[in-house]
């Protein structure tokens, strides 16, 4: 397990290389949008190599705990509590958009946010009517 805390910690500093190499090194070379976008992978980077790490380690000191929380991803039960918490919240998100867009036309926000706002709810409904299809014929 500590060489997995390694490599999680090697990607975390990676990350910190990476943005710092964005901001200092390749300044003149990037634009400044390419510039913040690699900063900003380094800092995910850096976020998730961290935090796994940290884990990682949590896991190697408490090997019990870490067993149990893996049962309990792994649960019947609790899959089926995030599967149906994740629909809800789509569905929630689903309805805003459409909110965002009528919002929009009342506020006379440009043409072209109303029209992605409207895009991306079909576009979630068209994917919802397709997973619907393939769950139906898997299940």
């Given at each position: 397990m500590k060489k997995k805390a390694?490599?999680?910690f090697a990607v975390g500093l990676a990350g910190i290389a990476f943005a710092l190499a964005a901001r200092f090194f390749l300044q003149g070379a990037l634009s400044q949008s390419q510039a913040g976008a690699?900063?900003?992978?380094?800092a995910g980077l850096?976020?998730?190599?961290?935090?796994?790490?940290?884990?990682?380690l949590w896991g190697e000191k408490h090997p019990d705990l870490m067993r149990q929380s893996e049962i309990e991803e792994k649960?019947?039960?609790n899959r089926l509590i995030r599967s149906r918490a994740q629909a809800v919240s789509g569905e929630i998100l689903h309805w805003l958009l459409m909110a965002a867009a009528?919002?929009?036309i009342?506020?006379?926000a440009p043409f072209w946010l109303t029209l992605l706002?409207?895009?991306v709810f079909l576009l979630k409904t068209m994917l919802d009517f397709v997973l619907i299809?393939?769950?139906?014929k898997r299940m």
């Open positions: 390694g490599v999680y690699m900063i900003g992978v380094g850096f976020g998730y190599g961290v935090g796994k790490g940290c884990v990682a649960d019947e039960r009528w919002a929009c009342f506020l006379d706002l409207v895009g299809a393939y769950y139906q």
